[in-house]
């Protein structure tokens, strides 16, 4: 292939390889050529041309296939345009003359196609300047037209429009003999032909004047014409030429208009023209007379729905303004046309008028008006239909009959109804809550006038009616409640009137259906209501016979529809339910006989209505709610079920008897049955399979139905793949509702709601936009047909054998079209029972059965029908899965082998390919593999049979699903498919539309068998992968857009595979020009495809974009409005147009991942797109004047104007020519404001985003750089903007950004003004964006949502101004009063758990703002107070703005609602512990509910507490620990506390409790709660909930009440320390860790002050018998300690936890393992070494908790454990601080050490055995090793240190330990660092002074030589440094107080070496000056020492320096030269002695 890459063809390599690879090669040079040409140099592109010219008309004649001629004419063209034109004329006559020539045999005609396809080309590219020789080219192709076959015509015709297209109005003069010869091939055979005639004159129209305006009525007759027998194809081309040209006749689009007077048409003209099409069709106006005779046949399918795809082409040509101004005569129009008497024929013809009429308006309004308008549109229908009802009322209020007319017009008027109505419930749904202004206008009057028609006659206007009340009250559910008390209390009032019982009855089951798309849900008591109603009608019934029926039928509607209601309602009305199910059937067999006796036909009529209806209602039931569906249930429900089988068998005789007029209530009672067993289980009913079977068999069989009823089941059965077979892909077009009217079973696409009223409280299927259940004959048999795939698996194998028997003699027995119906539902049924039988792995059967199953379905495998083959290959697959054995399987394809081998006709090839695919698909790979060779061969052959393009199709599509599932075992077979796949491609015509498919699925498949290999560099894999290349550019040049949908996806294969080699700089391009293609699955494909690409690449993807929208500037063909929002805003704008969910989901995912890649770097441009976005509120009045008034009580006018100008732009800037599109809609707008969330989130890495003084300085760096800060401004005004939009959805987000926006920015401060916050200047927004979700008619989510933002604004301390804060905080004050109002509040809208949930959110925001006030309290007394802060400075405080926040503002503002506070929280967390018990304790739940839920909605209501408990538990912690447990509260509140309770039942008790009863009850409320919670916290938890949770114990443990509960309590304080240790276990963050050790610290403080009071009492009791005290303590005298009871285990095990998972290498077991490598003990993360330091202080708290016994058992684990912590962590820090942990240990072993145990008698051995071995270890842990070089000496000296001065009595004589710690202290003196060196010294005092001479004179023996050398050295290296000179200082200090302890006798020995020592430190004074400053001090330190100790030991110090006079005179000389300096320096010095006499090291902890 890379040969072909050369600008001219390479011969030599053409003709070395094959004939068949040739055209690939030569396909592939073209395609090099098509890029390279435009880029090219044009000199290099001039020398080559007349070759290149050679090359390509040779190319001409060489045949080529059809990509291959539209390549090469497009080259030939492009190398004109760039090179030399001169030889132009030549080749157009070379083409010409091939045109012209009179060989007509089909090896020529590829030829004279290329050659018309260059001349095409020719025109297209260079128009005007192939000047006048276009009238002969256009003669001779209108001449070729003549004589041409189908694919010459469509050539010919698709190159006369390129030439119209290049020429424009210049070919004129030839406008009308296209025309003419055109105009006639609309109604050719060939489908691809009318296409391009289409085409051809879509194209002449914009030039040719006569076309709309002589001619137009001509052109409408043709279009008509050409729409009969149409496929989708014809109909989609021909209904844009009927709308364009009408709407050009309409608005002429240009001046040639202006030029000849015309007389342009008149709008009312335009639509009556339209008109006669859809009402008479094709056959004109004159030829009525014939039709006369016909019969008045009505018009042909096809054409009505092409027409009605040419309505609404025809609007959108004229766009969206023309149709809000002309919407009221358009409205008018389309309605008429459904009121036509010639539209509504017959029921099912009605219904299908009615289908494109409401399409024609959903189309148009839905997509083309902006959500403005679109109100507008609304007031239009509600008048429409308003006149409509008054008509209707004058009618039938007419009693004398005068009108006679009317009842015609009263019937008419239904189907007008049905479609205004249905189209304002989609307007009021679509525009969901930005519709209220349409509801609440009163001029409107939308609901009386929706609600007016429920009375209307006909059942089909009530309903439509009901279906729209549904639409308003999900769009607004604060509609819902005040609908249903409307309907209800007309119900009742109306009981007399038949059509207001139906009406009412509808409109309240559609409410009932609508509440589960409504969140916040209905009041439970209206479900009582509705009960009581449905009751007293069916009681009411049998009273008035005028009214029998329809109370009968609204009865059990109402019960049907409370079912959706769910089992939580239901469960209370289940009994009554049940009783009057069973009353409603006979009780027995008698009583089913004395039925039958009596009756009249009407009360058998009304039986069977009220029976089908209550299993209608039964079947409800079972539907929506499975939980109530007990054994017990279902027994009782099955006897009225059985009761109606057996009156089933009984009635046709009643029929019969009184007439038929019955059988449509009978089949409602069947189909009824039918739907409630199949949801049942069979073996409920096992013992009726026989009589069911029956039933059901004769049903679908038609057996006692004349009619040819066919099921609608096939398809959904057959599989989805298969659609290319069936033509059911048309399901999947923006046409899908009105072309499933053409699909070919029985009554399709004519679903309406009065087939089955009960589908009005239904869900609706997905994708559907309103139920349209189809009529009652095709329901039944849908019914049965399922039901009988639900049995089957369950019936045994003999009736199995006599039903398939029974199917093939019924099909022998019909004939004809009866014939193919009773096989279409045989067929159906059977693959519903394999399918059955597959999904419940059961088998088929012995052989017989297996033989009658085969021969049923290989006999439809040849039937014509291709239904019926798809479904038999479809069984024969499903058989052979269900049979698996492999013989059956080898016999079923050898079967077809043998057949496709002989066979020659189309039928039989086609259904045997397909049985062998099929085959594959279901037994997969492995099961088929033997048969895989023969199969691919035999689908090759037939693939490449070119006589009929059908088989190609079938053969292919099979070999696609062999490909498919064979997997890796297809490998050997890819290169021959794949090169067939390739020479089809290129040479099957491009009119066989399905080939082309079929062929993408292999090319697909094939792709996908290839897989991961395709990245190879191999010959063969290079190969593979250019031929699929090759291929999808192929299938991407397609013309139709299913076949490109189909290389799309192949090349999105190709790039998952292979991403290297999919170039997408040509690849995105493509995809953004499809976004707007007119085909749903082309959209589909390419979103799915920009999705794939832009996970990985979105950056590129984003670029190519943009590049196309630069490109398209010069090529005007390219319909894509890029701007400068680029491809992102394309999506964006999608969003509002797009229905389908699939697209929308992935346009979403797509940009999600734009946004996640992109969002950061590209910060304005992503911002700006959600402004643009969110800033389109439907009226500017909502959102701006708002911002711009907030803004006016600030100072900062600056930022006013800013705003003003931008609200100016985005309202003007919009001029209407560059944006045609309308206003982003609502679900945009929230799309947009998850995004702003999403980007929020996103910046959260960098904090550059969050510190505006970084940020500018990063800014002012690089320019380009973006930061979040910088668009605060722009961020809260979104979020304002969505918050207060009229969109609830969008107010939920904008809340929500609105809070996080908060959350992030809340601590940024403000450069400028230092102390204060950057949000500070938003404050007046946020609280406008809150306010309005505080008004009394906001729904309850957004309140509870505003609450949450409401609190962590005050909580987030940006405003510090009380008066600021009151306004945020009033919001919340008025809301607690809501609280307080208690559970009886009137008006309800919504059910019991939204209260719920806005109260509890209430409360939950009070206790998150009351926590963060007590933190603020405790910070600001901890903190020391403000140094002066008398009176006179506190007025001018108040001047500056009161600045700093007083201590307790927050809290002044909670406290007046404390103590009402307190008792609602308490009141909800005893809600909440009642509701987290276990099911089983269910009986002791409190029967009325708690304080904020009642028990109905007890479900909803566990939900809402689990989210608001933590908080709340956390105020009431802390409001518990401040007033000592209410103590305050209690004394004064008791009274008031009932009054105002909302009903807490435990109130009344209150008042007798004790305190201490209280106290106790509420520390278990609250343990409990903790408890249960900590021991299984949810992991989707949020891990604030577990922070709440421990924090409230924390402080609750803190106060002194809790403290003494939970010590009194031993095996409670267990609990909770195992439930901790659980905790631990899973929850990993340091915080929580954190927080867990200070909860144990307290409980273990709990029990150690329960310990000293219990000594205390033991004490004063005792005090003569000292001896036989028992021990107190855990351990007792034994000391043992038992797990489980005993505290210190429990604690001991969570600590070694802790312990071990930050230090794994305290672990014993872990240095023994031999995996082990000894680890480098390494610095501990700042959050780690602070939880093992508190750790480590619980730990040597534990042993005070024993008696001497247990903590002698203890003591070696925590002794072992501290100094394993004091070894791991006591590294050297760079600053010589001691890290948190080495100080806990070191606090540890002193808390241990100088414990009172050593003082107990009998533990003395073992005590002094304890401390002997700490200090070993502590001794072996500190010996320097090379592995450990950077040991922290000094701590390790400290413990040793530690040890000798505290014990010191157990280690006196012990002299191997004595030697230990003399090396340790001897190593640090020779430490050569200083610092250790200084320690050391000041340690080594500490030992020295030790009060035990025993133990310090050792010491002093030893060491003192050592210092006193040390000290000599320095004379000779005076020291550098400060720490150095400070090293010298301590020595100095040790041996002066060596000699203070000395005896007088030796003091002269001692001063002897320390006077010496320091006189050689002195400098002479020479030296003095010139002397660093280290080294000055040195000098000066040791005379200041000298001069004190002079005066100290005056005899001494005589004779010392008596004794050496050199010394004499340095001290004097010394003293003089210090003299001689100022007095004022002397002064100075004086000074220093005392402050030097401190040490300047001190210890951080004071240890001794």
């Not at 291929?1031 to 999105?1052: E, F, N, R």
């Not at 990063?1258 to 903007?1281: E, T, W, Y």
């Not at 989510?1341 to 609450?1347: N, S």
């Not at 890290?1779 to 051995?1805: C, D, F, N, W, Y």
Request: net charge neutral.
């Amino acid at each position: 292939m890379e040969l072909a890459h050369s600008l001219l063809l390479n011969e030599e390599a053409l003709a070395q390889i094959t004939e068949a690879k040739r055209p690939v090669f030569i396909f592939e040079w073209l395609r090099f050529l098509d890029k390279v040409l435009v880029t090219a140099n044009r000199v290099d592109v001039k020398e080559k041309q007349k070759k290149l010219v050679e090359q390509l008309t040779g190319l001409i004649s060489s045949a080529p296939g059809p990509p291959t001629r539209k390549l090469l004419a497009k080259n030939l063209a492009t190398l004109y345009s760039i090179g030399d034109t001169f030889t132009v004329f030549q080749t157009l006559d070379k083409c010409n003359e091939i045109i012209k020539s009179k060989d007509d045999t089909p090896a020529y005609l590829p030829t004279k196609l290329a050659a018309v396809a260059c001349v095409g080309a020719f025109y297209d590219k260079m128009g005007r300047m192939l000047g006048s020789s276009f009238p002969d080219t256009i003669n001779n192709m209108l001449k070729a037209l003549k004589s041409a076959e189908s694919q010459g015509r469509g050539e010919i015709l698709l190159s006369l429009q390129k030439v119209l297209c290049g020429l424009g109005g210049a070919a004129a003069s030839c406008h009308r003999d296209i025309y003419k010869n055109a105009r006639s091939l609309l109604t050719d055979r060939s489908m691809a032909v009318r296409c391009a005639v289409a085409k051809c004159l879509l194209e002449l129209q914009n030039e040719a004047v006569f076309m709309w305006t002589t001619e137009l009525e001509n052109v409408a007759t043709l279009c008509y014409k050409a729409l009969e027998g149409s496929n989708y194809g014809v109909r989609v081309e021909v209904a844009k030429l009927l709308g364009t040209v009408m709407a050009t006749a309409l608005l002429p689009k240009h001046a040639s208009v202006m030029r000849q007077n015309v007389k342009r048409a008149t709008l009312e003209e335009v639509l009556e023209l339209m008109a006669t099409g859809f009402l008479r069709g094709g056959s004109g106006f004159l030829k009525s007379g014939g039709e006369m005779l016909k019969g008045g046949g009505s018009v042909s399918r096809e054409v009505r729905v092409g027409i009605t795809q040419a309505y609404v082409v025809f609007v959108t040509t004229l766009g969206g303004q023309w149709l809000e101004r002309n919407f009221a005569t358009f409205l008018s129009h389309v309605l008429d046309l459904v009121s036509h008497p010639r539209a509504t024929q017959t029921h099912v013809e009605a219904v299908y008028s009615r289908r494109c009429v409401s399409f024609m308006l959903r189309a148009t309004l839905g997509g083309l008006l902006g959500e403005k308008a679109q109100i507008a549109a609304g007031k239009e229908i509600c008048q429409a239909i308003s006149k409509q009802m008054r008509a209707v009322e004058a009618v039938v209020n007419d009693i004398s009959g005068e009108n006679k007319a009317g009842a015609a017009d009263v019937s008419a008027s239904q189907h007008v109804m049905v479609c205004a109505l249905k189209e304002l419930g989609s307007l009021v749904q679509s525009l969901s809550a930005t519709a209220s202004p349409l509801i609440q206008e009163p001029s409107i009057g939308l609901l009386e006038t929706v609600t007016s028609v429920l009375l209307h006659p006909s059942m089909a206007a009530r309903l439509a009616a009901a279906w729209c009340l549904r639409c308003v009250a999900v769009a607004l559910p604060y509609q819902l409640t005040p609908l249903l008390d409307r309907c209800a209390e007309r119900i009742n009032s109306l009981k007399s009137s038949p059509e207001a019982v139906s009406g009412y009855s509808f409109a309240m089951a559609a409410l009932l259906g609508g509440v589960h798309q409504c969140p916040l849900g209905i009041p439970h008591s209206k479900g009582k209501l509705v009960v009581s109603i449905a009751e007293d009608l069916l009681r009411t019934a049998a009273q008035n016979s005028r009214l029998s029926l329809q109370r009968t039928q609204a009865g059990w509607l109402l019960l049907g529809a409370l079912m959706t209601l769910g089992p939580s309602l239901v469960r209370y009305h289940l009994p009554k339910m049940l009783l009057l199910w069973r009353n409603v059937f006979p009780r027995s067999q008698k009583e089913l006989e004395a039925e039958k006796a009596r009756g009249d036909a009407f009360t058998w009529q009304v039986t069977l209505e009220g029976r089908a209806g209550a299993l209608c209602a039964m079947r409800s039931f079972v539907a929506h709610c499975p939980e109530l569906l007990t054994e017990d249930v279902i027994r009782r429900l099955m006897t009225p079920i059985e009761c109606a089988m057996t009156m089933m068998s009984h009635v046709p005789a009643i029929i019969k008897v009184h007439g038929a007029h019955l059988k449509a209530s009978a089949a409602m009672v069947r189909l009824r049955l039918y739907d409630i067993l199949a949801l049942l289980p069979p073996k409920t009913y096992e013992g009726s399979f026989n009589a069911l079977l029956r039933e059901l068999v004769a049903e679908f069989t038609l057996t006692d139905n004349s009619a040819n009823t066919t099921t609608s089941l096939l398809r959904s059965l057959c599989h989805y793949d298969d659609s290319v077979l069936m033509g059911s892909w048309l399901q999947e077009t923006d046409h899908k509702c009105i072309e499933d009217q053409l699909q070919p079973n029985s009554a399709s696409g004519s679903g309406a709601l009065e087939h089955d009223p009960s589908s009005i409280y239904l869900r609706v299927p997905v994708g559907e936009a309103i139920p349209g259940p189809l009529p009652l004959g095709v329901s039944v048999i849908d019914a049965s047909v399922a039901l009988f795939g639900v049995v089957f698996p369950h019936v045994s194998f003999k009736h199995r054998l006599q039903m398939l028997d029974h199917f093939a003699e019924c099909i022998k027995q019909a004939k004809g079209v009866r014939q193919q119906a009773v096989q279409l539902n045989i067929f159906t049924a059977v693959l519903s029972a394999l399918k059955g039988l597959a999904e419940n792995k059961s088998t088929l059967g012995p052989e017989e059965v297996r033989k009658s199953a085969l021969a049923l379905v290989m006999g439809a495998l040849d039937n014509p029908n291709p239904i019926l083959r798809c479904a038999a290959g479809e069984a024969l697959g499903r058989m052979a899965q269900v049979v698996g054995e492999a013989t059956f399987i080898a016999r079923m394809a050898q079967t077809s082998f043998d057949k496709l081998k002989s066979a020659r006709d189309v039928v039989s090839r086609t259904g045997h390919s397909l049985a062998l695919g099929c085959l594959h698909r279901y037994v997969g790979g492995i099961g088929s593999g033997q048969h895989l060779k023969t199969s691919v061969s035999i689908l090759l052959a037939l693939a490449q049979d070119g006589s009929s393009h059908e088989v190609q199709t079938w053969a292919l599509h099979s070999l696609a699903l062999i490909v498919d599932s064979s997997g890796p075992m297809y490998r050997g077979y890819v290169e021959p498919t794949l090169s067939l796949v390739l020479t089809l491609l290129l040479t099957v015509p491009p009119s066989h539309i399905e080939v082309h498919q079929c062929l993408g699925r292999c090319l697909g498949a094939l792709i996908t068998t290839v897989g991961p290999e395709l990245q190879g560099n191999g010959a063969t894999i290079s190969t593979i992968r250019s031929s699929c290349l090759v291929g999808c550019a192929i299938m991407q040049d397609h013309s139709d857009s299913l076949v490109q949908a189909a290389a799309i996806s192949c090349l999105q294969q190709l790039h998952m595979f292979a991403p290297r080699h999919v170039n997408l700089s040509s690849l995105v391009p493509c995809l953004c020009v499809h976004l707007c293609s007119p085909h749903l699955l082309l959209r589909r494909a390419a979103v799915a495809c920009l999705r794939q690409l832009a996970q990985r690449e979105a950056p590129e993807v984003c670029e190519y974009a943009m590049s196309l929208a630069k490109r398209g500037g010069d090529n005007n063909t390219i319909h894509l409005n890029i701007t400068e929002t680029g491809l992102e805003g394309v999506l964006f704008g999608m969003l509002d147009r797009e229905t389908d969910r699939k697209l929308c989901s992935d346009i979403h995912d797509t940009l999600g991942h734009m946004l996640s890649s992109l969002a950061v770097e590209k910060l304005s441009h992503w911002l700006k797109l959600c402004k643009d976005v969110l800033a389109a509120t439907t009226g500017k009045d909502v959102g701006a004047p708002v911002v711009v008034e907030v803004e006016k009580d600030e100072e900062d006018s600056e930022k006013k104007d800013e705003m003003d100008d931008d609200s100016m732009f985005t309202g003007l800037g919009e001029d209407d020519k560059s944006k045609p599109s309308v206003a982003p809609r609502w679900v945009t707008r929230v799309f947009a404001a998850d995004c702003l969330c999403r980007i929020i989130l996103l910046c959260e890495n960098d904090k550059a985003h969050f510190d505006l003084a970084a940020a500018r300085s990063a800014q002012a760096k690089n320019p380009k750089g973006d930061q979040l800060v910088l668009h605060l401004s722009d961020l809260i005004r979104m979020a304002f903007m969505a918050a207060t939009d009229h969109s609830n959805q969008l107010r939920m987000a904008g809340l929500q950004a609105l809070e996080d926006i908060i959350k992030k920015f809340a601590s940024v401060p403000e450069p400028e003004f230092p102390g204060h916050v950057i949000l500070e200047q938003y404050q007046a927004n946020v609280g406008a964006a809150l306010r309005p979700a505080f008004s009394p008619d906001t729904p309850s989510d957004i309140t509870a949502k505003a609450c949450q933002v409401c609190s962590t604004w005050i909580g987030s301390g940006v405003v510090s101004d009380l008066n600021d804060l009151r306004r945020v905080h009033n919001l919340l004050v008025s809301s607690l009063d809501k609280v307080q109002a208690g559970k009886g509040s009137s008006s309800q809208l919504y059910s019991e758990s939204a209260t719920t949930m806005e109260k509890l959110a209430v409360l939950k925001a009070w206790a998150e703002v009351y926590v963060v006030a007590m933190n603020i309290k405790k910070d600001a007394e901890s903190k020391p107070a403000k140094p002066v802060q008398s009176g006179e400075d506190d007025d001018d405080e108040d001047d500056m703005g009161a600045d700093v926040l007083p201590p307790d503002s927050l809290i002044t503002l909670v406290q007046p609602e404390l103590p009402s506070l307190s008792r609602l929280w308490l009141a909800m967390l005893r809600d909440y512990a009642l509701l987290t018990l276990p099911a089983e304790f269910s009986s002791q739940l409190p029967p009325d509910g708690g304080a904020f839920y009642t028990p109905e909605t007890i479900d909803t209501a566990r939900l809402h507490y689990r989210s608001s408990w933590a908080p709340v538990l956390h105020a009431v912690a802390l409001w518990l620990s401040s007033t000592e447990f209410g103590a305050a509260e209690e004394k004064e509140d008791v009274p008031s506390a009932l009054s105002k309770a909302p009903a807490i039942s435990q109130a009344a008790s209150s008042t007798t409790k004790s305190f201490e009863e209280s106290v106790k009850d509420r520390m278990h409320l609250m343990l409990g709660v903790s408890i249960e919670f900590l021991c299984f916290p949810r992991p989707e938890e949020p891990i604030h909930n577990v922070m709440s949770c421990l924090h409230a114990l924390f402080t609750l443990l803190a106060s002194p009440c809790a403290k003494i509960h939970i010590a009194e309590d031993q095996l409670l304080a267990v609990e909770l320390l195992n439930v901790l240790h659980r905790l631990l276990l899973t929850r990993d963050p340091p915080a929580v860790q954190l927080q867990v050790t200070a909860v144990v610290q307290e409980t273990i403080r709990a029990a150690q002050d329960h310990l000293q009071r219990q000594k205390a009492g033991k004490g004063k009791e005792e005090e003569g018998e000292k001896d036989s005290q028992p021990s107190l303590g855990e351990g007792a005298d034994t000391g043992e300690l038992v797990p489980g009871k005993s505290l210190v285990f429990a604690a001991m095990e969570l600590l070694v936890f802790i312990l071990v998972r930050h230090l794994p290498q305290l672990n014993a077991r872990v240095k023994e393992s031999p995996s082990h490598v000894p680890l480098r003990p390494q610095r501990l993360p700042e959050e780690s070494a602070r939880l093992v330091a508190n750790t480590v202080s619980i730990l040597a708290e534990l042993p005070s908790l024993c008696s001497p016994a247990g903590s002698m058992t203890i003591l070696p684990t925590v002794l072992f454990l501290i100094t394993g912590v004091l070894r791991e962590t006591a590294l050297k820090t760079a600053d010589n601080s001691v890290p948190v942990t080495v100080t806990a240990a070191l606090q540890g072993i002193k808390t241990i050490i100088t414990s009172p145990l050593a003082r107990v008698e009998g533990m003395q051995t073992q005590w002094s055995g304890l401390v002997r071995s700490g200090l070993a270890s502590v001794l072996e842990n500190s010996r320097p090793e090379e592995s450990r070089p950077d040991m922290d000496e000094v701590s390790m000296l400290t413990a040793i240190t530690l040890f000798l001065l505290s014990a010191s009595n157990e280690l006196v004589g012990v002299i191997v330990l004595q030697k230990g710690c003399m090396d340790r202290f001897r190593n640090a003196l020779n430490s050569s660092d200083p610092w250790v060196q200084a320690r050391c010294y000041q340690l080594l005092l500490s030992v020295f002074q030790h009060s035990s001479r025993a133990l310090s004179t050792p010491y002093i023996h030893a060491l003192a030589p050592l210092m006193v050398e040390k000290l000599k050295a320095v004379e000779r290296s005076r020291p550098g440094t400060a720490a150095e000179l400070q090293a010298v200082q301590e020595g100095i200090r040790v041996l002066e107080n060596l000699v203070g302890m000395g005896e007088e006798q030796n003091r002269v020995q001692l001063l002897a070496l320390l006077v010496p020592t320091l006189i050689s430190y002195l400098l002479d004074e020479n030296a003095i000056s010139s002397a660093p400053q280290v080294s000055r001090a040195l000098h000066e330190f040791a005379l200041q020492n000298l001069m004190r100790i002079g005066p100290l030991y005056p005899a001494a110090f005589k004779t010392v320096i008596g004794a050496a006079p050199e010394l004499k005179i340095r001290l004097e000389s010394a003293i003089l030269a210090n003299q001689a300096s100022s007095r004022a320096k002397a002064a100075a010095r004086l000074a220093q002695p005392q402050v030097q006499a401190a040490p300047t090291i001190k210890l951080k902890t004071n240890f001794f």
